[in-house]
Nanobody, 115 residues
Framework: QVQLVESGGGLVQPGGSLRLSCAIS????????VGWYRQAPGKQRELVAM???????QYADAVKERSTIDSDTDINTVSLSLNSLKPEDPGVYYC?????????WGRGTQVTVSS
């Protein structure tokens, strides 16, 4: 069974930075898209950023000027760097992978923004 395991969440000060990583337990080349979603309390899960195999990476408007998504195909990870954290950034961040109509999710990692 394929697993997506997130790491790197935690408490960050407003204006700070974080880097989240997701380890995928099989080759990342099998996937048409990999990326990150987040869900704040009481809100729907929303796209943060995504790498698409056949096109440019996608970013949510709320983060596109201060985030970078990248992957390491040697170790099958997809990572998200997010800078200048704002009060609207907290939530559970989920790793996402899609292939041939099936979608996989990680269990999520909590991000808290507080001074």
């Amino acid at each position: 069974q394929v697993q997506l395991v997130e790491s790197g969440g935690g408490l960050v000060q407003p204006g700070g930075s974080l880097r989240l990583s997701c380890a995928i337990s099989e080759t990342i080349f099998k996937y048409n898209a990999v990326g990150w979603y987040r869900q704040a309390p009481g809100k729907q899960r929303e796209l943060v950023a995504m790498i698409i195999k056949t096109g440019p990476s996608q970013y949510a408007d709320a983060v596109k000027e201060r985030s970078t998504i990248d992957s390491d195909t040697d170790i099958n990870t997809v990572s998200l760097s997010l800078n200048s954290l704002k009060p609207e950034d907290p939530g559970v961040y989920y790793c996402y992978a899609r292939r041939d109509g099936s979608i996989l999710w990680g269990r999520g990692t909590q991000v808290t923004v507080s001074s």
